[in-house]
């Protein structure tokens, strides 16, 4: 089924409930939810190739489930044995996210007219090279991302503009929380290092 207002395919296999018809969900709400939430968490990895930066980068929860499942739940078998179950897609950094997501709500910004891609491709590391695309809808009481992608059809999903909101604040929270931790660690390494 489409949206007639968005021309999007529904998430799901075309059959709804009742109780989904009523709501209007797209079978990626949970039960009874007329929107979808949203929550994100900073996350650090040693650098692979040994130095000692550490890359940051950022899951996305929508309704409790990782993004990257959410997508690989979507895919053909086939297609997730070709990327060896990665969904052929990794996570933003930090900084990119960030910046992306909340230029959204600037108009003219390139992220509020054309776009975003909130993940990355898993094989070079950087967005926009085949990377899921958020276009957004942003209203008084509600963000919605249109996320079109390659290997499935395009998902909306509807946030309270409030709820997503605080969780932009709260990711902007865990990155200033970071960078403090961060300091400090570099200044105790600067102070202990030989002269």
Known sequence: MRN?????ENAGDGRKDAAEQAAGTDGLRPEGKSVDSI??????????????????Y???FINGEEILDLLKRRMSPSMLE??????????????????????AFTPGTYAAECGFEILCCGACGEPGCSSPQVDFEITEESVVWNLGWRYGKPLQFRFDREQYLDALEDLRRQGE????QDTGSRKEREKDAPL
Not at 177 to 180: A, E, F, T
């Open 4 to 8: 007639s207002r968005t021309g999007l």
């Open 39 to 56: 929550r994100f968490r900073l996350c650090r990895k040693k650098d692979p190739y040994g130095s000692e930066v550490h890359w940051e």
């Open 58 to 60: 950022v899951l996305i």
């Open 82 to 103: 070709r990327y060896r179950g990665t969904a052929g897609y990794a996570h933003n950094r930090f900084s990119w996210l960030y910046r992306g997501l909340t230029r």
């Open 177 to 180: 929380r970071k960078l403090r």
